[in-house]
């Protein structure tokens, strides 16, 4: 950490980051529409959606690392895979977290067993177990290669999370379906802002952890 941050140019930018962070929070706050159903509740749509964009983007990334490590492996592609997990795990996990919030006031209740809700909760799932490979798959190489098959077929729930409210019938659906392209400048602008912030964290973060993991196996190779 000590190292990443030894750069200027590092600090600078993530104070930049926290900087659009905290306008984001209050742009939407203040600037935002109230919906005459949802009120306050409504408000989690612009940190919600954005936030498992970020997820979703993050484990396309552990996808096509894996298919290049397997390819030929080079550490690289495996740590560009694990840290993109990391990162797409623990937004995944404030996705879970979010959602349940806004469901609450709007549904009565913080949980129900949705096709959208429950397939994200499958993915997040794998992912424990993906850590857990991570963690005790026992010889380096052998875990690396195990790890990217499992991040290649993980990602194939996301398109089914995308898509559940396609797939299921309209009567076991509880998940609200918004069509950003149909909604109200002032809904749709500040939610390009926000996913626009997300993604630039979320660069930022994998930068980070890229570097920290890179330290780490050069540390273990000396």
Do not use: C
């Not at 949705?114 to 490979?133: Q, S």
């Amino acid at each position: 950490m000590e190292l990443f941050f030894s750069k200027r140019i590092n600090i600078i930018v993530a104070v930049i980051i926290f900087t659009l962070l905290v306008f984001n929070i209050y742009n939407i706050v203040n600037n935002t529409p109230m919906v005459p159903d949802q009120f306050w509740a409504q408000k989690i749509f612009y940190f919600h959606v954005p936030i498992a964009w970020t997820g979703f983007l993050s484990y396309l990334i552990v996808m096509i690392a894996g298919i290049l490590y397997l390819k030929n492996k080079k550490m690289i592609w495996d740590h560009l895979g694990f840290a993109a997990a990391e990162i797409g795990t623990l937004f995944v996990f404030l996705v879970l977290i979010t959602g349940p919030i806004w469901a609450k006031p709007i549904w009565g209740t913080w949980w129900t067993w949705e096709p959208r809700l429950t397939t994200t909760l499958i993915l997040f799932l794998i992912y424990v177990g993906y850590f857990m490979l991570r963690k005790f798959g026992g010889h380096p190489e052998r875990t690396s290669r195990y790890a990217a098959v499992l991040g290649i077929v993980a990602f194939f729930d996301v398109p089914i999370i995308f898509y559940s409210v396609r797939f299921w019938e309209e009567k076991y659906q509880s998940h609200p379906q918004v069509e950003i392209t149909k909604q109200n400048p002032e809904i749709v602008v500040p939610f390009l802002i926000s996913l626009v912030i997300f993604t630039i964290l979320f660069s930022f973060m994998l930068k980070y952890r890229l570097h920290v993991l890179k330290v780490t196996h050069n540390r273990k190779i000396d």
